[in-house]
C-alpha cells in the first residue's frame, strides 16, 4: 500500500481538488491543500472573490460565463468596458500556466480575448491590467499557522508573462531572490499572502503571487497549490 501520495500534477485533475478527492475516497494520505483548497485556488473567479470578501487587494474583474458570450457578445462587451475597464486582460478562469491568456486595448481586441478565453474555459475572467508590473511571489508552507518564505521576483522582457515568455523564450525569465524591497514592503507580502493563505483554507504548501504597481501598491494575483 501507500504511505502517502506527494501530488505534483501540475494542472487540470492536479491542482484543482479532483485528485485529492480521489485520494480521500480511497482513504490514502496526501500531501498538500484538501479538495476545497485546490479547488478554488485554480477557480480565479472564486479565489477572488472570496479574497475580496475578506477585505484583501485584488484587481478589479468581472467574471462571465460563455453562454452568455455567445448569445449576447455585444452586451458582455460593453458590460466590460464599462468595468473593469480597459486595457483589460481576459484569461480562462480554471486554467495554468497563462494558457489562454490575452491582453485587450479596444473593443475589438476585447471579443477576441473573450472568444479565446472561451476556448477553453465556460468561466472567463476579465481583469484590470496594471502597466509594467513587478512580478513577485512567494512560498508558503504550513497548515493553520503558515510560514511565509522570503519574497522573490520574476523579471522578463515579455510582453506580459505569457505562455512563450515562461517556457519557449531564449531569454529565460531571471528570478531574482530575494526580490530588491523595502523593508516594510517585505513584511507585506508576507502578511497579505498568510492572509490569502488562510481566507482560502489552505494547507501544505502553495505559492502566491502578487503584482505590484508602478505606485508600489501590490494586489494579489493567484495562488498555485500543489505543486505551485
Same mark, same amino acid.
Given at each position: 500500500g501507500l504511505d502517502v501520495v506527494f501530488p505534483i500534477l501540475h494542472g487540470t485533475y492536479g491542482e484543482d481538488g479532483t485528485v485529492q478527492g480521489l485520494l480521500e475516497m480511497a482513504n490514502v494520505p496526501y500531501v498538500g491543500a484538501g479538495v476545497t483548497g485546490s479547488a478554488v485556488g485554480m477557480d480565479k473567479a472564486l479565489m477572488k472573490a472570496l479574497w475580496r470578501a475578506a477585505g484583501l487587494p485584488v484587481l478589479p474583474e468581472r467574471a462571465l460565463l460563455r453562454h452568455r458570450l455567445e448569445t449576447e457578445p455585444e452586451t458582455v462587451v460593453a458590460e466590460c468596458v464599462r468595468y473593469p475597464g480597459l486595457p483589460c486582460f481576459v484569461k480562462p478562469a480554471n486554467l495554468g500556466s497563462s494558457v489562454g491568456i490575452r491582453r485587450a486595448d479596444t473593443e475589438e481586441e476585447?471579443? *477576441?480575448? $473573450?472568444?479565446? =478565453?472561451?476556448?477553453?474555459?465556460?468561466?472567463? #475572467?476579465?481583469?484590470? @491590467?496594471v502597466e509594467?508590473?513587478?512580478?513577485?511571489?512567494?512560498?508558503?508552507?504550513?497548515?493553520?499557522?503558515?510560514?511565509?518564505?522570503?519574497?522573490?521576483?520574476?523579471?522578463?522582457?515579455?510582453?506580459?508573462?505569457?505562455?512563450?515568455?515562461?517556457?519557449?523564450?531564449?531569454?529565460?525569465?531571471?528570478?531574482?531572490?530575494? *526580490?530588491? $524591497?523595502?523593508? =516594510?514592503?517585505?513584511?507585506?507580502?508576507?502578511? #497579505?499572502?498568510?492572509? @490569502?493563505?488562510?481566507?482560502?483554507?489552505?494547507?501544505?504548501?502553495?505559492?502566491?503571487?502578487?503584482?505590484?504597481?508602478?505606485?508600489?501598491?501590490?494586489?494579489?494575483?493567484?495562488?498555485?497549490?500543489?505543486?505551485?
Open positions: 476585447l471579443l *477576441a480575448a $473573450l472568444r479565446h =478565453a472561451a476556448e477553453f474555459d465556460r468561466k472567463i #475572467l476579465v481583469e484590470q @491590467a509594467l508590473p513587478r512580478e513577485l511571489e512567494v512560498g508558503v508552507i504550513g497548515n493553520d499557522i503558515p510560514e511565509v518564505s522570503v519574497p522573490g521576483e520574476i523579471v522578463h522582457r515579455g510582453p506580459f508573462y505569457d505562455y512563450q515568455t515562461k517556457y519557449l523564450s531564449a531569454e529565460n525569465p531571471e528570478p531574482r531572490v530575494p *526580490a530588491p $524591497l523595502t523593508e =516594510a514592503q517585505d513584511q507585506e507580502i508576507r502578511r #497579505l499572502a498568510a492572509d @490569502a493563505w488562510k481566507a482560502l483554507d489552505l494547507n501544505g504548501l502553495a505559492r502566491v503571487d502578487f503584482l505590484m504597481d508602478a505606485d508600489g501598491t501590490l494586489w494579489l494575483s493567484e495562488v498555485n497549490t500543489m505543486p505551485g
